[in-house]
């Protein structure tokens, strides 16, 4: 990887992580909750939103070393006694994070594909690509049901008072689980994430009928 192409992903991760959490923070506001809005959240400044740690050092590294890039911003202050809808609403606000990585990489397939830039080599189909896969693997890694990861919200949603409590309870040591199981269970996870990518990229080229 030379120093352009690793401008290219910097900034293409930074991007992708300051429109994940700022998608957080307008669903929860339209649902009530200015909690993020009061706290300056609701804004593109990416000093706002990024962990030096999980937002760029944790992709570039699994970058580097071949495996599915993922990672995380700073978490976007959430009021869940002021969403409407409660535990769903809470569900949506989670959910708009993913969907805003999905649609990144929709697009940027799309637009790539049909301008010809995803197959033609050199730094655009560089960047095209990037934007596709370090996208999904954003998406697929926060709907991982760990919690805080954003899929143990919709979990938390259609679960009784048990398993509530018990997400409740493991939280606090959520991203700590997560990496231990990754470290644990390595090959299968990046199998999981590999395949899932891989998938959605199938079905990208399924809506454009090739």
Do not use: C
Request: proline share 6%; glycine share 10%; charged share 15%.
């Amino acid at each position: 990887m030379n120093f352009v192409q690793a401008i290219i992903i910097l900034i293409i991760i930074v991007g992708s992580v300051i429109l994940h959490e700022l998608a957080h923070g307008l669903v929860a506001y339209w649902l009530g909750d200015d909690t993020a809005k009061e706290a300056g959240r609701l804004d593109l400044n990416p000093l706002k939103h990024i962990d030096p740690i999980l937002s760029i050092l944790v992709p570039m590294i699994l970058f580097l070393i071949g495996a599915p890039v993922f990672g995380a911003a700073k978490p976007v202050p959430i009021d869940y006694s002021k969403l409407k809808w409660r535990e769903w609403g809470m569900a949506l606000v989670s959910l708009a994070g993913p969907f805003t990585n999905f649609l990144i990489a929709l697009i940027a397939f799309l637009i790539g594909h049909f301008g010809g830039w995803l197959y033609g080599g050199g730094v655009l189909e560089f960047i095209f690509l990037e934007l596709i896969f370090t996208n999904l693997g954003f998406m697929l890694f926060n709907l991982i049901p760990v919690p805080p990861l954003d899929g143990s919200r919709v979990i938390y949603a259609i679960s009784p008072d048990k398993v509530r409590e018990f997400l409740s309870m493991i939280e606090p040591y959520g991203f700590i689980l997560v990496y231990i199981l990754i470290l644990l269970f390595g090959d299968v996870f990046s199998k999981l994430m590999i395949n899932g990518t891989n998938g959605i990229i199938d079905f990208f080229y399924l809506i454009v009928g090739r």
